[in-house]
């Protein structure tokens, strides 16, 4: 199956001879978008907005998503939802980016906010997950899935 790209290419040029203070709202839902160059996220929704500032354009975003993911115990392939907000600000001048250690705004008037997305909604992604409260993981010394099927080894392991 192909992957479905969208471009979450935004057109900030309109933003650059706008006073201090404009800001500018946006909403996003995808049921399915490939994020270059490795995220396939799922029910992509959310919110973000720029806002003018005297520094540049500040991005503010709360998003939601399902990404692909592997359950800690069993190893089983599952969906783990994410939520994230977080903040950019993408500064007019060179000089700012080495004091703030900001993203410069392009000069073709275009943010790909794919880049941000992605890192933030990997950022959360959560160190351990499990595809059930109670799994209970793989035997260690056959691999066998104990969800699925008991094996012959003895399993002192108590998950709770």
């Known amino acids: 199956m ?6 979450l ?8 001879n706008k006073p201090i ?3 500018r709202n946006f909403e996003i839902n995808f049921p399915e978008i490939f994020i270059e160059p490795d995220l396939l996220a799922r029910n992509l929704i959310g919110h973000y907005s720029f806002s003018r500032t005297s520094e540049g354009l500040l991005l503010q975003a709360d998003l939601e998503a399902d990404i692909d993911g592997q359950c800690s115990r069993c ?15 993408y500064v007019f001048e060179l000089r700012m980016i ?4 900001e993203e410069l705004v392009p000069k073709d008037g275009y943010i790909d906010l794919g880049i941000p997305f992605r890192d ?11 595809c059930k409260p109670d799994c ?3 035997c260690l010394e056959c691999g066998q899935n ?7 080894h003895n399993h002192g392991i108590d998950f709770s």
């Open 2 to 7: 192909e992957n479905i790209k969208y471009s």
């Open 9 to 16: 290419r935004t057109n900030i040029g309109f933003f650059l």
């Open 21 to 23: 203070g404009y800001s």
């Open 75 to 89: 190893l089983e392939p599952m969906q783990v939802h994410i939520h994230t907000n977080f903040e950019e600000l």
């Open 98 to 101: 080495e004091e703030l250690d």
């Open 120 to 130: 933030y909604i990997l950022l959360e992604l959560p160190i351990t997950s499990l």
């Open 136 to 138: 209970k993981g793989i």
């Open 146 to 152: 104990l969800n699925t099927r008991p094996c012959e």
